[in-house]
């Protein structure tokens, strides 16, 4: 079973449309969550990450977790062609041998078009 | 600006070569990784250091060997290359804690 699921898309929205962005966890262990942004021909950048169930606010970026689902969303308001990228979700745990290490899911690749 | 660097960013190579890819962080982070990225799939974790010395394989079967004598510096190397290495290689660092990973650029690397 994979640790994470995420659908991979490819999602396409027009300029100014919100997208929502999910993934799944099975390990109720982890105890934070992360979203990263990753452009073409580049590396994954930190965009958001939440430690407990709830929401998180970061101007245009909105980061959900829902612990009791294990579901975890990244919300987009007003999206722009700037925020095309391929989007991952990872989570970390504080314990045991995963002491440290993230967890990704496959991406899913988001395209805004004008 | 990246805080870690690596080269080459393009690699073709023929088969049975021996490689190195670099990775260099200039921010002190005692945690490095190599993640293998495949498009489409998620990243799988090759290798991983908490420190210098300190070397683990990851959750990924690799061919491939790292070392750490300098905080700083993680290098990947396959001491003979093959197709079924083609594949994007990316490294990464983080600090203690619950904190978010830099990674760098990454080396695509193709295999012939």
């Known amino acids: 079973q994979k640790e994470v699921e995420q659908d991979p898309g490819p999602l396409s929205v027009p300029e100014g449309a919100i997208v929502s962005l999910n993934c799944t966890y099975s390990n109720s262990a982890f105890q934070y969550f992360m979203w990263y942004r990753q452009y073409s021909r580049k590396g994954p950048e930190l965009l958001m990450y939440t430690y407990s169930s709830g929401n998180k606010e970061d101007g245009r970026f909105t980061a959900q977790v829902d612990k009791s689902s294990k579901y975890i969303s990244l919300f987009i308001r007003d999206s722009q062609p700037s925020d095309s990228a391929t989007y991952l979700c990872?989570?970390?745990?504080?314990?045991?041998?995963?002491?440290?290490?993230?967890?990704f899911g496959r991406g899913t690749q988001l395209t805004v078009w004008p | 600006e990246a805080d870690i660097y690596q080269t080459p960013r393009y690699l073709v190579i023929g088969t049975g070569k021996k490689i190195t890819l670099e990775c260099s962080q200039t921010m002190g982070h005692d945690k490095m990784y190599w993640y293998q990225q495949d498009p489409g799939m998620e990243l799988h974790l090759i290798h991983y250091s908490y420190g210098v010395n300190s070397t683990e394989k990851g959750d990924l079967s690799s061919e491939s060997t790292v070392s750490r004598i300098r905080t700083e510096h993680f290098p990947l190397t396959l001491e003979s290359a093959r197709p079924s290495h083609t594949s994007q290689y990316l490294c990464?660092?983080?600090?203690?804690?619950?904190?978010?990973?830099?990674f760098g650029s990454g080396t695509r690397l193709t295999v012939v």
């Open positions: 990872a989570r970390g745990a504080d314990r045991g041998s995963t002491l440290g290490r993230l967890y």
């Open positions: 990464a660092s983080s600090p203690p804690g619950r904190r978010g990973y830099t």
